[in-house]
């Protein structure tokens, strides 16, 4: 086992001993921190503040006002105002004031950025394997009295605690530049949002880290399709280039074969695990336990192949 951590160790000190590997977690920063000019920039029309004592007036005056603009613009206006109402009616019937905006609001919105993320790992995850081939030090790995599955095992393990790493470092930096511009509201602080029930008053903490731990799956399977380009091909552009592209177009995908029965086997249908918490399920008989056995299948077989080919690949001519 400690022959293990030693490979995982350098496999974390190589990936981070890159000036690469520091420029994404500078963009990842800069994104957070320009999030947050922009946000307070334009705070007044972006964010709604309430006062202690009249926000039950405040509230029922934004419904009138939304119900006349409705009525006068229809359309997607009013659709989008319908929904606006039935939430501010929930804070009037249930007495719970709205609550401000702050860090942890900008946190939970920020769970967008692990697309970012999934993007940063696919590229170490790529890298990772055809590097060792593309500059021949795959040789110096496997002259050490190491089994070539441990070897792969720590670099596909290595890809997982980069990624680990860096969700948790745009967690913490979005929470921490979020207080410094617009303040903290507490440590488990309560909001109204929309589920499969209707308007509950649920935890933002709680909600926040579901936010983030459902983008987890799509950034392992991505990443672990990557990986498993990388391994077969040894080329880190191709893998690169197919995940994103299949990152970018899955939904496309999943919608163009909607219709057939088939197309609830595509992984894409199956990543988003958050179709089943707000009832948004992209094909009719999908359920939770079934789109777990697909990405488990997937997962197995990415992973398959990957060491298939690794342990059956020549490295005499490299």
């Known amino acids: 086992m400690s022959k293990f951590f030693k490979l995982l160790y350098n496999e974390l000190f190589k990936t981070y001993i890159r000036k690469s590997?520091?420029?994404m977690y500078i963009v990842l920063l800069a994104i957070i921190i320009g999030g947050a000019v922009?946000?307070?920039?334009?705070?007044?029309?972006i964010v709604t503040s309430?006062?202690?004592d009249n926000w039950q007036e405040e509230l029922t005056q934004e419904n009138e006002k939304l119900i006349q603009e409705s009525?006068?613009?229809?359309?997607?206006?009013?659709?989008?105002?319908?929904?606006t109402i039935s939430k501010n009616n929930f804070h009037l019937d249930n007495d719970i004031k709205p609550l401000g905006y702050?860090?942890?609001?900008?946190?939970?919105?920020?769970?967008?950025?692990?697309?970012?993320?999934s993007l940063f790992t696919i590229i170490i995850g790529a890298g990772i394997v055809s590097s060792e081939f593309k500059w021949g030090t795959i040789k110096l790995l496997l002259i050490r009295p190491i089994s070539r599955?441990?070897?792969?095992?720590?670099?596909?393990?290595?890809?997982?605690?980069?990624?680990?790493i860096t969700l948790i470092f745009t967690l913490l930096s979005s929470l921490l530049v979020g207080a410094i511009f617009f303040g903290f509201e507490g440590f488990d602080p309560y909001f109204v949002t929309s589920t499969i029930n209707g308007y509950e008053h649920l935890s933002l903490v709680g909600e926040t880290f579901s936010s983030y731990g459902y983008n987890i799956v799509n950034l392992i399977m991505m990443t672990t399709f990557a990986f498993m380009v990388s391994t077969i091909f040894r080329n880190n552009s191709l893998a690169i280039g197919l995940a994103i592209f299949l990152m970018l177009s899955g939904n496309m995908i999943v919608a163009a074969f909607q219709k057939y029965d088939f197309a609830k086997y595509i992984l894409f249908a199956n990543t988003d695990l958050k179709q089943y918490e707000t009832g948004d399920v992209w094909i009719e008989g999908m359920t939770l336990g079934f789109s777990v056995t697909v990405l488990i299948v997937y997962f197995v077989l990415f992973m398959a192949l990957s060491w298939v080919f690794f342990n059956k690949r020549d490295v005499a001519g490299h």
């Open 21 to 23: 590997t520091w420029v």
């Open 38 to 45: 922009i946000t307070s920039i334009f705070e007044d029309e």
């Open 50 to 52: 309430y006062s202690d």
């Open 71 to 83: 009525e006068e613009e229809g359309g997607y206006i009013a659709e989008m105002n319908s929904s």
């Open 102 to 117: 702050g860090a942890w609001q900008y946190t939970y919105e920020n769970a967008s950025l692990l697309s970012l993320v």
């Open 149 to 164: 599955t441990m070897i792969l095992l720590t670099k596909f393990v290595a890809v997982l605690v980069f990624a680990l």
